[in-house]
């Protein structure tokens, strides 16, 4: 069983810039794979960025050149810098990991851009 936390949404204005931590806790041998996703209400939930064990990464079209996702192998914990934000980025944002050949969700963080 793996535990996904997320932390570091929050209020900003438009413009702004937000930093958001995924931390893994328990018992896997290996990360296959972690990811951002985002649902914003009434809509689908949306893949916003994914991050291969080989360090490949792949981005949504609204996420490039703004959105950047990396890890820290050593606390275990992934991260979305998102800069430039806009109010349509206001949404939901989950952490989604493969460990092991398991999926996992976390629970979710709320991020609003507004001035």
């Known amino acids: 069983q793996v535990r996904l936390v997320e932390s570091g949404g929050g209020l900003v204005q438009p413009g702004g810039s937000l930093r958001l931590s995924c931390a893994a806790s328990?018992?896997?041998?290996?990360?296959?794979?972690m990811a951002w996703y985002r649902q914003a209400p009434g809509k689908q939930r949306e893949l916003v960025a994914v991050?291969?064990?080989?360090?490949?990464?792949n981005y949504a079209d609204f996420a490039k050149g703004r959105f950047t996702i990396s890890r820290d192998n050593a606390k275990n914990t992934a991260y979305l810098q998102m800069n430039t934000l806009k109010p349509e980025d206001t949404a939901v944002y989950y952490c989604?990991?493969?460990?092991?050949?398991?999926?996992?969700w976390g629970q979710g963080t709320q991020v609003t851009v507004s001035s």
């Open positions: 328990g018992n896997f041998f290996r990360t296959d794979a």
């Open positions: 991050l291969h064990s080989i360090g490949l990464t």
């Open positions: 989604w990991g493969n460990f092991d050949a398991r999926t996992y």
